[in-house]
């Protein structure tokens, strides 16, 4: 039973760290790199908590968070994303098995697009000049904020 209690205070400390991100990102536009250290951190305490075997787990858990970084480094690249948002979300897949980060990542693509029209509407009715910044890790830490919601609290349906 303390191994269960010990799960849902890491879920708890994941969820403090991702309100703080979303928090951070929509006040300053920045996502700090030791914000993103720590959910990173976390994981391989989720991983042991959970059960998760060194082979093939935790290995499959690291290449999954190498391919997720890859993938939106490229988006980064193009200008598309931030490089805290590309590290938030590397540090998350560490968390979720690929199945999971793929329905984050739909979600997450979904609330991307209530945010981007939110502050583009903010942006032009303030008259503010240049491009606007989207905070993205809102959209980002929703989407894992709804996974965890979703894998603890759905079994109750």
Same mark, same amino acid.
């Given at each position: 039973? /303390?191994?269960?209690?010990? =799960?849902?205070?890491?879920?708890?400390?994941? @969820?403090?760290?991702?309100? /703080?991100?979303?928090?951070?990102?929509? =006040?300053?536009?920045?996502?700090?790199?030791?914000?993103?250290?720590?959910?990173? %951190?976390?994981?391989?305490?989720?991983?042991?908590? +959970?059960?998760?075997?060194?082979?093939?787990?935790?290995?499959?858990?690291? %290449?999954?968070?190498?391919?997720?970084?890859?993938?939106?480094?490229?988006?980064?690249?193009?200008?598309?994303?931030?490089?805290?948002?590309?590290?938030?979300?590397?540090?998350?897949?560490?968390?979720?098995?690929? *199945?999971?980060?793929? +329905?984050?990542?739909?979600?997450?693509?979904?609330?991307?697009?209530?945010?981007?029209?939110?502050?583009?509407? *903010? *942006?032009? /009715?303030?008259?503010?000049? @240049?491009?606007?910044?989207?905070?993205?890790?809102?959209?980002? +830490?929703?989407?894992?904020?709804?996974?965890?919601?979703?894998?603890?609290?759905? *079994?109750?349906?």
């Amino acid at each position: 039973m /303390t191994g269960e209690y010990f =799960r849902l205070a890491l879920l708890c400390a994941l @969820g403090v760290l991702l309100i /703080t991100a979303s928090v951070t990102d929509l =006040r300053s536009r920045i996502i700090s790199n030791r914000l993103n250290l720590g959910i990173a %951190a976390l994981a391989p305490l989720w991983w042991m908590a +959970s059960g998760l075997p060194l082979w093939p787990g935790m290995v499959m858990q690291l %290449a999954l968070a190498l391919a997720v970084f890859a993938l939106f480094t490229t988006l980064f690249a193009m200008g598309c994303m931030g490089g805290g948002d590309v590290k938030l979300l590397g540090a998350l897949a560490l968390w979720f098995p690929w *199945h999971a980060v793929l +329905s984050m990542v739909v979600v997450m693509a979904l609330m991307g697009g209530v945010v981007t029209i939110v502050t583009v509407v *903010h *942006h032009r /009715t303030t008259r503010r000049l @240049g491009q606007p910044q989207i905070p993205y890790g809102i959209a980002i +830490s929703v989407a894992a904020l709804w996974l965890i919601g979703e894998r603890y609290l759905n *079994h109750f349906a």
